[in-house]
């Protein structure tokens, strides 16, 4: 289960990202709207527009490479 991980990283990174969540059942039209095939989907977002994307389960190394990846390109 992710949810440990993703609090972690957001806490430790609150000074540099905002990580929030979206009950896909609650917002129906979310996943259409970004093209959601799978959870867990991670979108990462600057100014309203997607940077990245990436999806599954991985170790809290690896979710943070990847949110890094997003903002640094």
């Known amino acids: 289960m992710m949810e440990p991980v993703v609090s972690e990283v957001g806490l430790e990174n609150q000074d540099t990202f905002t990580i929030a969540r979206i009950d ?12 959601i095939r799978a959870t867990p989907t991670y979108i ?6 997607v940077i990245g994307r990436f999806t ?5 190394d690896r979710f943070l490479e990847n949110i890094l990846n997003a903002i640094d390109n």
């Open 24 to 35: 896909l059942d609650e917002n129906n039209t979310i996943p259409q709207r970004y093209q």
């Open 44 to 49: 990462v977002f600057r100014d309203g527009e």
């Open 56 to 60: 599954g389960a991985m170790p809290k």
